[in-house]
């Protein structure tokens, strides 16, 4: 099965994000410390890693292994497939209604079955209907300690100040040139292509 260069290298732990040191320092350090919070939102421009650092940390946080995320153990490899129960994706620019909504809010109340936490990463939250903010605020303000929502949005100004304020907010910095550069050198050594 063939997979797009940009799937194929995606990031798989906090070393190989790009150009997001201030973020990876944070997130590192939050894990060390045991203070993960329960609510984050990642904002940026597309293209600067947000859902790739959402899903690194969530296999941070459920790593059974030595060096978080160790990518060897059984919940990071489920987490890198998709398979894990306990990470549920939710794109909002498609799934933005009550009813998708629904699932999350009802799926809450049940502990986490593979993890120690279950972590609910929404994509483009900014998208959501106003009555599906106004069903997901209750959840927000009063989620179960096993429960992470990571929430990232390319418009941060559309996310109701509500929701907002219950979330640690980080800001994803546009990729430098150079990054970028680097990156792609390294990729290109890796699959013997000449620049």
């Known amino acids: 099965m063939h997979l ?10 906090f070393d190989q994000i790009i150009g997001q040191e201030h ?3 944070i997130l590192k350090n939050q894990i060390k410390k045991g203070q993960v919070s329960q609510a984050y939102l990642f904002t940026g421009t597309r293209g600067t890693g947000k859902t790739s650092t959402a899903r690194i940390l969530a296999k941070a946080i459920n790593c059974t292994g030595d060096d978080i995320p160790c990518g060897k153990c059984t919940n990071c490899k489920s987490i890198r497939d998709g398979a894990f129960m306990d990470v549920i994706e939710l794109d909002a620019a498609s799934n933005n209604g009550v009813d998708d909504l629904r699932a999350i809010i009802d799926s809450v109340q049940y502990p986490p079955a593979m993890g120690r936490y279950k972590v609910y990463i929404i994509d483009e939250v900014h998208m959501l209907t106003p009555a599906a903010e106004n069903a997901f605020l209750k959840t927000l303000e009063e989620p179960p300690e096993y429960a992470i929502f990571i929430l990232a949005t390319t418009d941060p100004e559309k996310v109701k100040s509500t929701i907002k304020s219950r979330c640690m907010t980080l800001n994803f910095r546009r990729v430098s040139e150079k990054d970028l550069v ?4 390294r990729i290109c050594e890796k699959y013997d292509v000449s620049p």
């Not at 797009?4 to 732990?13: I, K, Q, S």
């Not at 680097?182 to 050198?185: A, E, F, R, T």
């Open 4 to 13: 797009a260069l940009y799937r194929l290298e995606r990031p798989e732990n």
């Open 23 to 25: 973020i990876v320092k």
């Open 182 to 185: 680097k990156g792609m050198k």
